[in-house]
C-alpha cells in the first residue's frame, strides 16, 4: 500500500510569487492535514480537511489556504511568498478524525524562498 | 536532504543500552499522543501511540508510558541501535487530526 505522496520534493521560489503543495493520501484516507516545519518554530499545524471540508485551521495568515478534492487529495497554496515560509512543509493522512486513527505523514516539500 | 530543528536537546547512548525520550504535553484534554522518529531529510514516521484511557503501551522494542497526572510521556527503547538514531517527537491530539508537536529530542547511538 502505497504512503502519503507529496509533489514537489524540492522547490524554490522567489519572494512575492505563490506555490502550490500537492498531497496524495494513503488509499482509504479521508483526511488530509497540513503542517510547516522550521528550525525556529517546529512542527505547527496548518489545516486539515475532510471530505473537502476544512475541519481545524491553524495560526497562520491568509495567505496560507488549501483544499480537497472529492478523490481525497489535496492541496495547499502559499500566496505572495515571504522569505520566512522557506520551510519543510508535511501532509499527513488518517483513515477519519477520530481518535485513535493513526496519522501517517508523507516525505514533505522543501520549499525555499529568496 | 536538508536538518530542521538545530538546537534540539540531544540524548547520546552507547549501542545496546536502552534509550529514554522524555516529553510534557500541554492541554489536559487530549486524548491522543503519538510519538514519531525523524531521519534527516524525511517525514515523520509513526513509532507507537497510546490513548489516554491508558497508562503503557508496548511494542516492538519500543514502549510508550502516559502519565495524565503530571502530563508527562516517554518513549521507551530497548537495545538502542545505530538506527534508532534520529530526531524524536511526541505529538498529542484533542481536535481532528490537528496535531499539537513538542520540540524533538535528537537521539545519537553510539556504535
Known amino acids: 500500500k502505497a504512503g502519503v505522496t507529496q509533489t514537489p520534493r524540492y522547490l524554490i521560489k522567489t519572494r512575492g510569487q505563490q506555490v502550490t503543495l500537492s498531497c496524495s493520501p494513503i488509499s482509504g484516507h479521508r483526511s488530509v492535514s497540513w503542517y510547516q516545519q522550521t528550525p525556529g518554530q517546529g512542527l505547527q499545524f496548518l489545516f486539515e480537511y475532510f471530505s473537502e471540508t476544512q475541519r481545524n485551521k491553524g495560526n497562520f495568515p491568509g495567505r496560507f489556504s488549501g483544499r480537497q478534492f472529492s478523490n481525497s487529495r489535496s492541496e495547499m497554496n502559499v500566496s505572495t511568498l515571504e522569505l520566512g515560509d522557506s520551510a519543510l512543509y508535511l501532509c499527513?493522512?488518517?483513515?477519519?478524525?477520530?481518535?485513535?486513527?493513526?496519522?501517517?505523514f508523507g516525505e514533505g516539500s522543501w520549499l525555499t524562498v529568496v | 536532504g536538508e536538518s530542521v530543528g538545530l538546537h534540539l536537546p540531544t540524548l547520546s547512548v552507547q549501542e545496546g543500552d536502552n534509550s529514554i525520550i522524555n516529553c510534557a504535553y500541554s492541554n489536559s484534554a487530549s486524548d491522543y499522543f503519538i510519538w514519531y522518529k525523524q531521519e534527516s531529510g524525511k517525514g515523520p514516521q509513526f513509532i507507537i501511540d497510546i490513548r489516554s484511557n491508558m497508562d503503557k503501551r508496548q511494542g516492538q522494542r519500543v514502549t510508550v508510558l502516559l502519565n495524565k497526572t503530571v502530563k508527562h510521556l516517554s518513549l521507551q527503547i530497548a537495545a538502542t541501535q545505530p538506527g534508532d538514531s534520529a530526531v524524536y517527537f511526541c505529538a498529542e491530539k484533542y481536535a481532528g487530526n490537528m496535531l499539537t508537536f513538542g520540540g524533538g529530542t535528537r537521539l545519537m547511538v553510539k556504535p
Open positions: 499527513a493522512s488518517s483513515l477519519a478524525g477520530n481518535s485513535g486513527n493513526t496519522i501517517y
